[in-house]
């Protein structure tokens, strides 16, 4: 029964997690509030900011989840992918805190990682599925044959959709991140506006060309009525998000078609968009699947999904060595 330490920090999340025989413990995460004042993430900030962040992040999982290091397994990290400056600071933590106790290392893959929060707590889906793994930085379609073999089918070959979210949330003047807000004024709009939905054709995913159609759709009615914006935000931010949820799931469904898999799961940090549930629930009930989406806690990025695959990992004994470094490419 492993007690594995997992710590996340690919981004500008500090987190750590307290994951026993698979079991999460406890998961903490410390947030960067620096990163608004900029409109994005500033990875020199973010790297400074785990630095400050890590230990007491560290500190209290352990003690949440009633433990102590000298306890530990395990260590488990993010290796990648991510900024390379955030990873590293994660990196160099969990191999000097292996070296000291003399416990064994986990790397652990960031995407692989979100498909698997779904195993932090019940109900978990049964081998194999299908995933819609949506985040800031990736848009990929996945066959999880089994928890350490997962099929990309299909992927985004420009922006993310989460990137889709927050860039389209800034044109239209709202802070970062823009996603979480964009998805709170959508609930008193409607979709009113056909944006762009590019298709780049099988079953990968185009967001860029949808960023330009709102720029110059906006533009042009801005032109005849310069308050359209401010008299109109609810319904901009629905049709915005009626363009980037209805290619998802249209997406999502050519898969599991071309796929036969009728056990479906969202996952990441997109997965928190309510539209984006809500239509994955309907969608299930049309098409008779069986639907996963993971506790909110468990969307964005998070050390206990580090955790939980570190637990998979560990029961194959597949350790890595002091010698692993951060990759921004994994």
């Known amino acids: ?33 620096i990163h608004v004042e900029y409109g994005g993430v500033v990875p020199e900030h973010a790297s400074r900011a785990h630095q400050r962040n890590i230990l007491p992040t560290v500190s209290v999982a352990l003690r949440r989840a009633e433990r102590t290091a000298s306890e530990l397994d395990a260590v488990a990290f993010t290796r990648g992918p991510g900024l390379i400056g955030s990873l590293m600071v994660g990196v160099s933590f969990a191999k000097a805190l292996a070296l000291a106790l003399d416990i064994p290392l ?41 928890a350490l073999e997962q099929e990309i089918i299909g992927r985004t ?7 889709a979210f927050d860039k389209s949330g800034k044109l239209i003047g709202l802070p970062y991140p ?19 939905q590019p298709d780049p054709g099988g079953l990968d995913f185009s967001f860029s060309g949808l960023k330009t159609s709102i720029l110059y759709t906006l ?17 901009i931010c629905a049709s915005v998000q009626e363009a980037i949820v209805a290619t998802l799931i249209r997406k999502l469904v050519a898969a599991a078609e071309q796929t036969g898999l009728h056990r479906v799961a969202l996952a990441g940090g997109v997965s928190a ?56 490419r994994f």
Request: charged share 25%; proline share 5%; aromatic share 6%.
């Open 178 to 196: 823009a996603g979480p807000e964009l998805d709170r004024l959508a609930r008193a709009g409607k979709p009113t506006i056909d944006f762009a």
């Open 157 to 163: 070959i420009d922006d993310a959709a989460g990137e």
């Open 106 to 146: 986990i790397e652990v893959d960031h995407m692989q990682a979100h498909v698997l929060a779904h195993f932090a707590e019940a109900p978990k889906p049964d081998f194999p599925f299908l995933c819609l793994t949506v985040s800031g930085g990736h848009t990929q379609l996945v066959v999880v044959h089994s």
């Open 273 to 328: 968009n309510s539209e984006l549930r809500g239509r994955l629930a309907q969608e299930g009930r049309k098409r008779d699947w069986e639907t996963f989406v993971p506790k909110i806690e468990y969307c964005t990025d998070n050390a206990a999904m580090i955790g939980v695959t570190a637990a998979f990992k560990y029961a194959q004994g597949l350790f890595t060595s002091q010698a692993v470094a951060p990759a921004a």
């Open 219 to 235: 533009q042009k009615r801005v032109e005849a009525e310069p308050d359209y914006v401010k008299n109109n935000l609810n319904d």
């Open 1 to 33: 029964m492993p007690l594995i330490l997992a710590i996340e920090s690919s981004c500008d999340d500090t987190s750590a997690a307290v994951v026993e025989d698979g079991r999460v413990r406890s998961n903490v995460t410390a947030t960067q509030a």
